[in-house]
């Protein structure tokens, strides 16, 4: 029997509508609409598509989009002064500076220059420290991981009791990912490149969340049949017989763990699509905060 594919596309399309209505509504109860800033720093070419799919997400759902765009040599007092004068514009109710950052730039020191406010990437070490704390609620969660509990509510998931295993521990994903599985009830293992015998957590997981970049690493006999998986890896495939000589993979391999699955997304088409749907949702939270 195969997987039940979780689709993010569908899913992603259904935030975005419910973000659209509630800016419309907005606007005309306030006559105000939601704006988002977001800093672009040097010319990285992923990087620039990313920001150009915020922008074209917030056009699509009615939200304001400022970009700034900075050179590769900016120092980081520059860069703090850029963040915070869209601190104190008040027409700019969410901040997202893209990353990575020039290897010169303090990441860290930038991201806590954002007012916690106006954080909707989610990555202000206090919105990390609420998230990461028992009875605390962060302003904003980031936003892939705050996708893929969204896709895990829409496929109907009971986290409260289950096994759970993020594997890989990453700022962005694996580490939030693992606090809000917790905050869930989940009874989560975060695996790594340490981990003695992963196949055995693997094993006993009634939900894997794959966020380590190594492609079609998880096979199907690793995985407990009927398990539930959320792939968050996209990495690049040879592949001749498509015309730009690669295609998109995930961290799990697809074709394995479809028939022992009970649920997977696909790659691409699953998480992706979400982390957009959701940046859009955290901006107009911060805009309804102010009303």
Do not use: W
């Amino acid at each position: 029997m195969s997987a039940k594919i979780i689709d993010g596309k569908e899913i992603s399309a259904k935030v975005r509508g419910e973000v659209k209505e509630a800016v419309a509504e907005m606007k005309a109860k306030h006559g105000y609409t939601p704006g988002l800033a977001t800093v672009l720093v040097g010319d990285n070419t992923a990087s620039a598509t990313y920001v150009r799919a915020k922008h074209k997400a917030c056009e699509e759902v009615g939200v304001r989009s400022i970009g700034r765009v900075l050179g590769e040599d900016i120092s980081q007092e520059e860069l703090q002064q850029v963040v915070q004068e869209l601190n104190d514009d008040p027409e700019v109710d969410g901040i997202l500076v893209q990353l990575p950052l020039p290897k010169h730039i303090d990441e860290e020191a930038i991201l806590g220059t954002i007012d916690l406010g106006k954080d909707v990437d989610g990555f202000h070490p206090l919105n990390i420290g609420r998230l990461s704390m028992k009875g605390r609620k962060p302003l904003f969660i980031p936003c892939t991981p705050y996708g893929c509990m969204r896709l895990l509510d829409e496929a109907g998931v009971d986290l409260n009791g289950a096994e759970a295993v993020v594997v890989g521990r990453s700022n962005i994903v694996g580490l939030p990912m693992a606090f809000l599985l917790n905050n869930a009830n989940a009874t989560v293992t975060i695996v790594h490149s340490r981990t003695k015998d992963m196949d055995a957590h693997l094993k006993r997981a009634d939900v894997i969340i794959a966020a380590v970049g190594i492609s079609e690493m998880i096979k199907g006999n690793q995985i407990k049949p009927g398990a539930v998986i959320i792939d968050v890896g996209i990495n690049r495939k040879d592949d001749e017989t498509r015309k730009r000589g690669y295609r998109l993979v995930g961290d799990v391999d697809y074709d394995d763990c479809l028939p022992v699955a009970g649920a997977i997304t696909p790659v691409p088409g699953g998480v992706g699509p979400m982390t957009i749907a959701m940046l859009m949702k955290n901006t107009l939270h911060a805009a309804e905060r102010k009303f």
